[in-house]
């Protein structure tokens, strides 16, 4: 418990974990990573999440703006954010894009990577790699306060499953057992959902920004009821008497605590709601615009592009992108493209393909 909050009913979740127990990550690609060294591959940034295990060798570890850091046998990372980042056997490596290995099926949306050839006498490093869609929008406030990268080692003293769950992957990653991989693939779920846990626990503990709203006993109770039903018409005074306070005192109270006015907050997970709807799940707009109470479509869409940043056809536009048939996998693991080593901890310059979903295309 913070210090000075009020004891609350041990039966009742309290806010944050009312919107945590909301929280899910879904799969969308794996890779059973081999890589001969010396190796360096770079990861494009992407809306989907990240997840690398480490089970053979170690690597090197950098995103922008940060200094090289070693992951060794057993570490997990998650890059909940899908950042641009490049994992090395050694930081001086000439770098290439994931997206020109050779990969094999080996499931549905489970593969085999092949690295850039390397010594081929010489054990190869092995990595399992994925990428997590949240059912949250990127833009949501737990999302946008995480970490670039999470480190399931730095965080495993919080939650003493992690560790257990390591070794685990560790293990059918070294025995390659019949379905290790779709084993492994449940298993990388359950690390980031884990990792995730363990970090919100540690972030509480001295809490501030949107976490420390989400405690707080009035305005998180307001909070949780937003996240749960996005589609409801909340205004103040519905709000107001939530919260059990007058309308004037719980507009003060939460914009004080949240940084934000009410109908601004609602608008924005309205939209994030709507973003999901249409992207994700092929929502019609006219149907979105109907479901989260706005009286036509126009309006709706001018909504969603002040708060998104573009219209709501957009959005549809990624899905049917999303949707489109993937190119055949490559036989050969000749790089395509190489990134000079001086510039390898920055993005590639754009040249109109989308980010790949998974950890490789």
């Known amino acids: 418990m913070l210090p000075g909050t009020p004891p609350r009913d041990a039966s009742q979740p309290d806010a944050l974990t009312q919107i945590l127990l909301g929280l899910r990550l879904?799969?969308?690609?794996?890779?059973?990573?081999?890589?001969?060294?010396?190796?360096?591959?770079?990861?494009p940034a992407q809306r989907a999440a990240r997840f690398h295990f480490v089970s053979r060798g170690g690597c090197w570890l950098r995103t922008q703006g940060t200094d090289w850091v070693r992951l060794n046998p057993g570490d997990a990372v998650l890059v909940p954010r899908g950042s641009f980042h490049v994992l090395a056997s050694a930081p001086d490596v000439?770098?290439?894009?994931?997206?020109?290995l050779a990969r094999v099926p080996v499931a549905d949306n489970i593969y085999l990577v092949q690295g850039p050839h390397g010594d081929a006498q010489a054990v190869p490093d092995v990595m399992f790699c994925g990428a997590?869609?949240?059912?949250?929008?990127?833009?949501?406030?737990?999302?946008?306060?995480?970490?670039?990268?999470?480190?399931?080692?730095?965080?495993?003293?919080?939650?003493?499953?992690?560790?257990?769950?390591l070794e685990a992957m560790e293990r059918e990653v070294e025995l390659d057992r019949i379905g290790a991989c779709g084993i492994l693939a449940r298993l990388a779920d359950v690390v980031a959902a884990s990792i995730i846990r363990a970090w919100v626990e540690c972030a509480c503990s001295d809490a501030t920004g949107w976490i420390?709203?989400?405690?707080?006993?009035?305005?998180g109770k307001v909070l949780a009821a937003i996240?749960?039903?996005?589609?409801?018409?909340?205004?103040?005074?519905?709000?107001?008497?939530?919260?059990?306070?007058?309308?004037?005192?719980?507009?003060?109270?939460?914009?004080?605590?949240?940084g934000e006015t009410p109908a601004r907050y609602v608008g924005k997970i309205k939209m994030f709601q709507a973003r999901r709807w249409i992207a994700e799940d092929g929502m019609r707009i006219s149907v979105a615009a109907d479901r989260l109470g706005y009286d036509s479509e126009a309006s709706f869409s001018?909504?969603?592009?002040?708060?998104?940043?573009?219209p709501p056809s957009a959005a549809r536009g990624s899905r049917a992108q999303a949707a489109a048939?993937?190119?055949?996998?490559?036989?050969?693991?000749?790089p395509r493209r190489a990134v000079p080593s001086g510039a390898r901890a920055t993005p590639p310059r754009g040249d109109g393909r989308p980010a790949a979903a998974g950890p490789h295309r």
């Not at 589609?231 to 107001?240: F, K, Q």
Request: proline share 11%.
């Open 132 to 165: 997590l869609r949240f059912n949250l929008d990127p833009l949501h406030p737990l999302i946008a306060m995480m970490p670039e990268v999470m480190r399931a080692n730095e965080l495993a003293q919080r939650d003493p499953t992690v560790p257990a769950l």
């Open 325 to 334: 048939p993937a190119p055949p996998a490559r036989q050969t693991g000749r």
């Open 26 to 43: 879904e799969g969308v690609e794996y890779g059973r990573c081999l890589m001969n060294g010396p190796w360096a591959v770079a990861f």
């Open 227 to 258: 996240h749960a039903e996005p589609e409801r018409d909340w205004d103040v005074p519905a709000l107001a008497e939530l919260m059990g306070a007058s309308r004037s005192s719980f507009a003060q109270a939460f914009t004080r605590t949240v």
């Open 94 to 100: 000439p770098v290439v894009d994931i997206d020109s």
């Open 212 to 219: 420390a709203a989400v405690r707080c006993p009035k305005v």
């Open 302 to 310: 001018r909504a969603f592009k002040r708060i998104i940043g573009h």
